[in-house]
């Protein structure tokens, strides 16, 4: 299986021993093409295809060297590596539905150490099976943000508390006449007890839309009529953002699809006295609405960014945030700790007042470009940001603060992930080879973790 996935992503490897100043993507087809050693945090880099039923990890050139089988990245997120070599990623499908069946703990050689799947009973194939319905995102309690940060070393031996981002079927007069499938929140204790839970649609008042975007979602919600156009996928033509589908009683409609979610963790906002961002508050990012808000202990909304940022001079001066990705606040011990991260996509989203690109006021918003955002989540400041020519990723991605102040970034959609220094010089890229279709194998979101987390593989060095 190693042999076969070298050739899916890395055909061949070039070093290059001069860092290139250019913020575009390199023009070699695939593999490391930059590697400025001296410049880097090096370390393994782990990867969450779509495109493939596995997680694996690289070196610093490029080389695979290990594989883990039966994880379902495209339906459910994130894959992470805890120290001693064990990951935890989405495995199995729910059909028509983007989520997995169970979130699974593997140790190095594949054996399963546990599995979350008791949160709904589902149908499949004229069964009843258990599912645990997560989607994008899931955060362990001892693991802040979920990368890598000199100040945590989460446990590799026991299960622990843990945050998933689920779906559930409901119907809510008040977002819309139809089914939702609606974003839900869950805790797990060790044992995959729910503790604490959250649903999207109890709070649509609290998100900060118009008249004009009640009424665009409101609209959406309903069931294309018999017969009515359908775009790309199934989905009614207007029906939902990239990533939402069209609603219909078996699934409903994926109406703030809600793409990340995280305890904030230990921040120095909080040592300050900031109540609205005590560490077990849970950061959420919705791409079909745009908009970022902090969901209290008590279900509320005390903290948001968007939907529409025009809302207050400090949004204005950001400007508006469109089908973003991975928001979270940088970990303590790295440099940037409590400021928000995020990668705003661009692309289209948002609802709002109908226009000529958006009859339905679905997909107000449109940009062509993306950018990285470091934000000071108090006066609401831009503190950083990458926005080199050519980047654009529409869809999935991320950014992971890195030890030495460098920033990973995986630009998604085009199977890129590279790494930037403050000055946004690009120090280390890597390009995935295009599948058997022409387009790139897509990269859902990669993590560096230091080579003592892995001790099973060969040790080039300890981390810069």
Known sequence: MLAAIRRVLVPFTLILAATQ??????????????????????GYTVLSLLAAPYV??????????????GFNTSAGGPARILPGGQVIAAAGANAGHQESLALVAQDFTG??????????????????????????????????????????????????????????????????????????????????????????????????????????????????????????GG?????????????????????????????????????????RFAPDNVLIS???ASFLAIIGRDGKVVWRLGPDMRETPEQLALGQIIGQHHAHLIPKGLPGEGNLMVFDNGGSSGYGAPSPIAPQGV??????????????????????????????????????RLPNGNTLITEGAGGRVFEVTPDSKIVWEFMTQNGANGRPNTIYRAYRVPYSWIPQLPQPGSAN
């Open 21 to 42: 100043m250019s913020a575009a993507p390199s023009v070699f087809p695939a593999g490391v093409t930059i590697n400025d050693q001296k410049a880097t945090w090096n």
């Open 56 to 69: 694996v990890v690289m070196d610093m050139n490029g080389k695979i060297l290990k594989q883990w089988d």
């Open 111 to 232: 054996k399963e150490l546990w599995r979350f799947d008791h949160n709904e009973t589902i149908t499949q194939n004229g069964q009843q099976v258990n599912a645990l319905r997560q989607h994008h995102d899931w955060q362990r309690a001892d693991f802040p943000s979920g990368y890598y940060s000199p100040a945590f070393t989460p446990s590799a031996t026991s299960k622990v508390k843990t945050l998933v981002l689920t779906h559930v079927n409901r119907t809510m007069p008040a977002v819309g006449p139809g089914v939702l499938e609606d974003d839900h929140l869950i805790e797990l204790d060790a044992d995959g007890h729910v503790t604490w839970e959250w649903r999207a649609g109890d709070h649509v008042d609290e998100f900060g839309f118009d008249a004009a975007a009640r009424e665009a979602i409101s609209k959406a919600t309903a069931p294309a009529p018999r017969g009515a156009g359908a775009g790309p």
């Open 235 to 275: 989905a009614r033509q207007g029906a939902a953002g990239a990533g939402g589908g069209a609603p219909s009683p078996a699934r409903g409609f994926d109406w703030v699809h809600v793409n990340s979610a995280t305890w904030l963790g230990p921040n120095k906002w909080f040592d300050a006295g900031d109540k």
């Open 286 to 288: 919705t791409r079909s």
């Open 363 to 400: 997909n107000i918003l449109a940009r062509a470009n993306s950018r990285v955002l470091e934000i000071d989540p108090v006066t609401m400041k831009r503190v950083w940001m990458y926005n080199g020519a050519g980047f654009f990723s529409t869809n999935i991605s991320s950014a992971q």
